[in-house]
């Protein structure tokens, strides 16, 4: 058997070198019984067919292509066969696998061992055992593969088949498919390209069976690392457990396959046993080198639940060393809440972003699910993305715009729902009580006539449950210095509401947190706007405006932002919001005014007891009889310079400012007063724009309380002066004078 060291063999050696990727083995799928393969244990393994009571069926045969005989466990047997190495060239490897499994509870693996030219093992590579829980308790085979360095003494190999009986006296164990094969693939793998996919099967659609996520014939899918199964579900328009075929539309949830046709609803994984776990590791030794500091890991899914139950899932991951142990704890994705989602059926989109370790060699990749109550479970999970990418930097928080999702409630995912599904960012919830999205002029909502005169769409934000909260987050990350040296403020607004006499009432709250997610700053950490009262309302069903502009404090990293209901009285809840804006603006360079002009070259400043300013947080301030209020008109660039102006006045009731309907004009054409004329006066001496701005010093009158005074200038298409962008009139941003 050790011939190999005799002459005549050496001579004849390099006529039977085996071709790349030719089985060594003899009979690896047990079409022949065990001929070629040696029983080393006293309970000795057997051939069946599949199909046989207990043993994988055809269906499994037909996917593995593993003809019609697999090996079976006879009482924790071990079947081995012994290949010559004589053949393999220097610097070959061994690519040594096949498929392991069974049925109940008992387990299978591969062993190989290297032996030298007096049969002294060299070396003992024991591959991992398939368990009942690796295979998702499905009766099944998987692929179990890898590539071995030959040892240079190596003369043979012995390629083992191991079972182990678990429980219960009948052994359910089975193998076939086993194969031995030279190859020139190094045992480390290429580089994995970037921003590609990571996963095998991360939508569930290629499992190998209709229920399954599996990928049998894989060795780099799927497999179960719990006491629970996965199984694979279907979206359903009839089946309330799972999201509806909206849903997967919305989400591409039928991918590769387009899930927005009919019958096309695409696949989703749902827990099937009270916890179950997946877990796929991924080998990125091939790009070991570029783990320098710039690469990062990109995870990204869906995750969620049914309605009203508490069970949840996530995704763990882990860099792992050569020795695969683990490097550093890293936090979990997705693990979002039946609050988070507003306890209704769907799947949130969640993703992450993590430095790579430069001693990383593979990642582990956890698919975890909770059952939190009640014997069901009810996770759900889809469209999984692990990838590895170059590190992006935190952009600057984009100012002088809403950085509000859906801030109307106008563009939720699926009726009556805040949420919008693929938006990471947007609202979510934070308690167990769930929001809901009502139509205005229906039920007991404030009128569809109040809606549009306002202009706040057509829906409204209700609490449905009684003291809901409902929550977004803007990260500040990389404006540090902007906001230590003070300059970056917040302005925010909020229609603010409720129905009727009752007392519920709606908030709109703004927190700094730092990275640890501690308030800074203080009491001027938390900014809260409203709650308008019903006496506020006058028990009228309606809300009302509220705004108010703060310095953002230094050490703020990020901004929470609550939708913040409180169910005061009796039961149901009657808490209303709408409209929600919350917008960053450098104090030093301004930004468009809550009350846009027509954006031509013509701005107002005002200043009540001080020097005329304007944009975000400058164009509305507070002043009492008595006050001065300091004006001014300008065309910075000079386009309306010489230009005879208009400078009027409307007074409101504040929070309900003018609605015109014309763009960009805010005083109210039945009521408006002239503070300065130069458009109708018609003589010498009439107000013009001077270069550098015109001037006008007034004095809050005596008598005036409880209202608000919209101001505003304009000029008009004249004959020797810059034509407006709308043809007819330019007008300045609007600021509101409150007086209390």
Known sequence: MHSRFVAAAAALASLACPAVAQNLLTNPSFEFGLTGWNNA???????????????????????????????????????????????VPVGMNLRVGGFVGGTNNDSARLVTRFLDGAGGEIQRVNFDWVHDETRNFEPVLVRRERILPIPPLAIEAVIAVEFLDNCCGSAFAAADAIYAEPTVESAVPSARPLDTQLLINGDFESGWSAGSPLTLDDPRGWLGIAN??????????????????????????????????????????????????????IDVRGNANSFNGGISLQVSGFFGGYGTADDRTWVQVQFLDATKSPIAPLPAVGDISRAARNSETVILHRDAEFLVPATTRYVQVDLVFSDVCCGASHGLVDNLDVRLTHTTVPAPVALNTNLIANPSFESGSLPGSPLQLTNADGWEGVQASAV?????GTGQMPTSSFAATEGLGGQVLRDFGGGAILRQEIDLSADQALIAAGRYFVHTAAWLGGIGSIDDTAELRVRFLNFAGVQVGGAAGLQVLGPVTAADRADVTTLLRRDATFPIPAGATRMQVDVHFTDVCCGAAHGLADDVLVMVFDSLVGGPSLYHGTGDDLRLFSGVNAAPTTGPGHDWEDAVPGDVLNLRVASPDGAFDSTPFLLGASPFPTGNPPITGVPGFWLDPAGIVRLADGVFCGGFGCPVILPGGTNYNLQIPAGLTNVSIMLQALTFALPGSATPANGVFAATDAHEIRIP
């Not at 991918?255 to 609803?265: F, I, K, L, M």
């Not at 916890?275 to 590791?281: D, E, K, N, V, Y």
């Not at 809901?436 to 205005?440: G, V």
């Open 41 to 87: 244990r006293p309970n000795a393994a057997i051939t069946v067919s599949y199909g046989s009571p207990d043993t994988p069926e055809a269906a499994v045969a037909n996917h593995i292509q593993g003809a019609g005989n697999l090996l079976r466990d006879a009482g924790s047997s071990l079947v081995e066969q012994v290949v010559d190495l004589a053949g």
């Open 228 to 281: 629970h199964p996965a199984v694979v579900c279907q979206y359903s328009d009839t089946n309330p457990l799972v999201p509806s075929t909206i849903v997967s539309c919305l989400i591409g949830g039928g991918q590769p396959s387009t899930s927005c046709v009919p019958g096309g609803a695409g696949n989703l994984l749902c827990d099937a046993g009270n916890g179950a776990m997946l877990r796929q590791t």
């Open 436 to 440: 809901s999205i009502e139509a205005y």
